[in-house]
């Protein structure tokens, strides 16, 4: 079991550049999650899907994209890289009945 | 929109010390509280919770309590630990059905020996 992993765990791009972050959890949840992390400014949610087959902008959408490819997998890409993207990025997902989120170990990525 | 704002950080302690980490809410309705914590280098990793007014979440030696006259959810741990040294987070959930976190800044804790 080994919970929410993330692809890759670094990356550096150059601006205009584009790639796809990969996600996958294998404790069966319905809803994913993908959020950016920002020096003082905590955690924003770009987009989530609350069930497979949907998925719904969060705080913090412009410049993402989102595909659940199945319940497992929930993967976020970026069609042309800006600076403004450098983050860190963490993909969740949620056990509706206990009301936990489970997240992934993060993916550092830079946009130079 | 639903907010959280805790206090700011850096906290230093040394072993043994009282720990208060304060948190406010603003939300419609009746969200969920969480406290989440991130260890050097990992994921966010819940730490307690509740779920309605007057629930106290606890765990690890942490505690904290809903307070809905105050709108608040402050952390505390009679005597921290070397290892309680990381950023903790404050955050709500107001939305039924899909969990969408709103989270504060995070407060960075470092305890000395």
């Known amino acids: 079991n080994a919970g929410v992993t993330q692809t890759p765990k670094f990356q550096v791009l150059k601006t205009g550049q584009s790639m796809t972050l990969q996600c996958a959890q294998d404790m069966n949840h319905n809803s994913m999650y993908w959020y950016r992390q920002d020096p003082g400014m905590g955690l924003r949610l770009i987009y989530y899907s609350a069930s497979e087959g949907t998925t719904d902008k969060g705080e913090v959408p412009n410049g993402y994209n989102v595909s659940r490819l199945n319940k497992r997998e929930f993967s976020l890409r970026l069609e042309s890289a800006a600076p403004s993207q450098t983050s860190v990025y963490f993909c969740?997902?949620?056990?509706?009945?206990?009301?936990?989120?489970?997240f992934g170990p993060g993916t550092r990525l830079t946009v130079l | 929109g639903d907010s959280v704002t805790q206090m700011e950080g850096p906290v230093t302690l040394s072993e043994e010390a009282f720990l208060t980490i304060n948190c406010t809410y603003t939300a419609t309705g009746y969200p969920s509280l969480f406290w989440y914590v991130q260890y050097p280098g990992e994921g966010l990793q819940l730490l307690l919770k509740a779920t309605k007014a007057d629930d106290k979440g606890s765990n690890k030696g942490f505690e904290a309590t809903y307070r809905k006259e105050t709108t608040s959810f402050h952390l505390e741990k009679g005597s921290v630990q070397v290892s309680d040294s990381a950023v903790y987070f404050c955050a709500l959930s107001g939305s039924k059905g899909a969990q969408k976190l709103v989270f504060g800044q995070g407060t960075r804790l470092t305890i000395n020996p």
């Open positions: 969740a997902s949620t056990d509706r009945a206990t009301d936990t989120q489970y």
